[in-house]
């Protein structure tokens, strides 16, 4: 009764779509105006997943500037997160008093890291291995998919029954992962001003903002999600596209392979007409058959692309099964669960 009470007292902050995009916008423009961020020679990949954006000669304080500030961030978000829940808080329009603090959070430590990367460079590449970073923004997007199961379907708008107390536990806990993968993956680079690193930087502050609207009408807005999900195959096409040593021959699975899923599963998520539908599918099609013409060497591997999406969830669904087994009995109001951030 009390949580009811100050629930309907609280003071919601007014807030608008577009004031995120804007200042997500307004700090592409502060890194611009602070590049160059390196004075020594960025030498070209020598293979895939070789990360030349790296001192060639780190110091404890490049070390230590860049995990400790990490760290600080993860622990920081991870707690906002955990207060969030704790609260029971409903879907505003505008901002609850932690959505403020988790912005004000995650803008504090872009700073420090635009500032950290123009004092010492490094970012946590020095340390740790590029399919790291990968593979974690990689692993939510599968995650979302799973997550998103019961309400678009997974394939053409079809249901896969995986069990409800595999999608409820996804929803519930996502936060906690997200967070983690787009934290670490941020400070992984340094700022940078490559093609890749900036529109990488830019979908990044774009999760950071979706990350800190947890309880708005705003975080649950499915154009939103959609835009952001398919941002995705946008990064990866253009780093694709601007890599070196082989990698550049995989733009267009990166590209066709996302474009697939947007038409397999994802658009089911949105209120397109028949007709919209119909028109994306023949343009994305189109584009897909005028490219494998051209290059009909590299379209087996475009299948192997798509299924691997797939075949990723399933197997996300498998391990949150194994996960939840030892605590079924003892949380059964899982599966009730309403007052997770979708």
């Given at each position: 009764?009390?949580?009811?009470?100050n629930?309907?007292?609280?003071?919601?902050?007014?807030?608008?779509?577009?004031?995120?995009?804007?200042?997500?916008g307004?700090?592409?423009?502060?890194?611009?105006?602070?590049?160059?961020?390196h004075?020594?020679?960025?030498?070209?990949?020598?293979?895939?997943?070789?990360?030349?954006?790296?001192?060639?000669?780190?110091?404890?304080?490049s070390?230590?500037?860049?995990?400790?500030?990490?760290?600080?961030?993860?622990v920081?978000?991870?707690?906002?997160?955990?207060?969030?829940?704790?609260?029971?808080?409903?879907?505003?329009?505008?901002?609850?008093?932690?959505?403020?603090?988790?912005?004000?959070?995650?803008?504090?430590?872009?700073?420090?890291h635009i500032?950290?990367?123009?004092?010492?460079?490094?970012?946590?590449?020095?340390d740790?291995?590029?399919?790291?970073?990968?593979?974690?923004?990689?692993?939510?997007?599968?995650?979302?998919?799973?997550?998103?199961?019961?309400?678009?379907?997974?394939?053409?708008?079809?249901?896969?029954?995986?069990?409800?107390?595999?999608?409820?536990?996804?929803?519930?806990?996502?936060?906690?992962y997200?967070s983690?993968?787009?934290?670490?993956?941020?400070w992984?680079?340094?700022?940078?001003?490559?093609?890749?690193?900036?529109m990488?930087?830019?979908?990044?502050?774009?999760?950071?903002?979706?990350?800190?609207?947890?309880?708005?009408?705003?975080?649950?807005?499915?154009?939103?999600?959609?835009?952001?999900?398919?941002?995705f195959?946008?990064?990866?096409?253009?780093v694709?596209?601007?890599?070196?040593?082989?990698?550049?021959?995989?733009?267009?699975?990166?590209?066709?392979?996302?474009?697939?899923?947007?038409?397999?599963?994802?658009?089911?998520?949105?209120?397109?007409?028949?007709?919209?539908?119909?028109l994306?599918?023949a343009?994305?099609?189109?584009?897909?058959?005028?490219?494998?013409?051209?290059?009909?060497?590299?379209?087996?591997?475009?299948?192997?692309?798509?299924?691997?999406?797939?075949?990723?969830?399933?197997?996300?669904?498998?391990?949150i099964?194994?996960?939840?087994?030892?605590?079924?009995?003892?949380?059964?109001?899982?599966?009730?669960?309403?007052?997770?951030?979708?």
């Amino acid at each position: 009764m009390m949580q009811a009470m100050n629930s309907v007292q609280e003071h919601i902050v007014p807030y608008r779509a577009w004031w995120g995009l804007a200042a997500c916008g307004l700090i592409m423009g502060v890194i611009m105006v602070l590049a160059p961020f390196h004075e020594f020679e960025i030498l070209p990949r020598q293979h895939p997943f070789d990360y030349p954006w790296k001192l060639a000669d780190p110091t404890i304080w490049s070390h230590l500037s860049a995990w400790s500030l990490y760290a600080l961030h993860q622990v920081s978000i991870w707690y906002l997160i955990y207060k969030a829940q704790s609260q029971k808080l409903r879907y505003v329009d505008g901002l609850h008093k932690v959505n403020v603090q988790a912005l004000l959070l995650n803008s504090l430590f872009v700073g420090l890291h635009i500032l950290q990367t123009k004092i010492f460079y490094d970012g946590l590449a020095q340390d740790v291995h590029e399919a790291s970073a990968f593979g974690s923004v990689a692993l939510m997007l599968f995650v979302i998919l799973l997550m998103e199961t019961d309400r678009r379907g997974l394939v053409f708008g079809r249901k896969v029954p995986f069990p409800k107390r595999v999608g409820a536990a996804a929803r519930k806990y996502h936060g906690y992962y997200f967070s983690w993968a787009i934290t670490y993956t941020f400070w992984y680079h340094p700022i940078e001003v490559t093609p890749g690193h900036l529109m990488g930087f830019f979908y990044m502050f774009m999760l950071f903002l979706q990350g800190s609207l947890f309880f708005t009408r705003y975080h649950v807005n499915r154009w939103w999600t959609l835009f952001l999900e398919f941002f995705f195959v946008i990064h990866g096409t253009t780093v694709a596209y601007f890599a070196l040593a082989g990698l550049e021959a995989r733009w267009g699975r990166f590209l066709f392979g996302g474009l697939a899923v947007f038409l397999i599963t994802q658009m089911h998520g949105v209120p397109f007409r028949r007709w919209q539908k119909l028109l994306l599918a023949a343009v994305m099609v189109g584009g897909g058959v005028w490219y494998y013409t051209l290059k009909p060497e590299t379209l087996p591997k475009l299948g192997g692309a798509i299924v691997t999406h797939y075949v990723a969830v399933a197997i996300c669904a498998a391990a949150i099964w194994l996960m939840m087994r030892p605590f079924t009995g003892r949380n059964r109001e899982l599966g009730s669960d309403t007052n997770s951030p979708p």
